[in-house]
């Protein structure tokens, strides 16, 4: 009984230093160093630099470069200063991806989809808000929970822990690096990326309402085949469009209008 009283509090004690806030204002739970997740998703980054061909082509990569920096350019510090890395895949997915550790990822097949510098905007916007509202984090925060409320239960139960609960654990703590970093983000997450995408945009003076013509975009393609990459892991667009467009009013779009040619 003592034992049980002892582990809860220790329980309660990690819940409490690790609670924090997103940019718009949830709360969180963080258990990893912002250093951790940097390093998996550099890990990450590397291994799909290694695996994906490269498209290298100078124009394609100074469009993307430039709708990025743009963006960047509007960051909350110490994300406006980072050195972040972009890289084409020569990759028909439409698909983008950024990571922790100021990583970015455009796939050929998105350039298709996205119709110009607003669009392209909207996508590396979303997925950069990811990253700044430490999405990877929580998620592998929450797969910690996980492991943790398995070893407090076999604490309790007074039991030894199995191979296959401290696999998990340790997956979690990120000694597999890839757990957690690539997997799809649920809806809070999802519409929290929209939302700070949006704002990325219209601060840098993209226009915010192509966001929606995007996924209008972004469902027009997938008819009739398998949906793009980029849509198996985001909700589907319908209901993302509607909340674009309530949240459209709330925005001001900056007098600055960026000029950047595919
Ligand atoms: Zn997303």
Known sequence: MQLRAVSLAVFASVLLASCSQSPTGRSQLMLMSPQQLDKMGEQSYQQMQQELEINTDEQTNA??????????????????????????????????????????????????????????????????????????????????????????????????????????????????????????YSRAHESEADKLGLRYMAAAGFEPAEAAQLWRNMAANSEGQAPPEFLSTHPHPGSRIDAINNYLPELQVASRSPNCQP
Do not use: K
């Open 63 to 184: 469009y993307v470069q430039c709708v990025s920096d743009e963006l960047i350019d509007t960051l909350p510090e110490p994300y406006r200063s980072a050195d972040w890395e972009i890289t084409v895949f020569a990759d028909d997915a439409a698909n983008a991806f950024a990571l922790p550790g100021n990583n970015i990822g455009v796939y050929n097949g998105l350039l298709d989809v996205a119709e110009n510098q607003h669009q392209l905007a909207a996508v590396i916007g979303h997925e950069i808000a990811h990253v700044i509202a430490q999405h990877s984090n929580e998620r592998v925060s929450s797969n910690m929970m996980v492991g943790l409320g398995m070893q407090m239960g076999a604490v309790l139960a007074e039991t030894q822990l199995d191979d296959s609960t401290a696999a998990l654990a340790m997956a979690a703590l990120g000694v597999g690096a890839q757990v957690g970093v690539l997997l799809p």
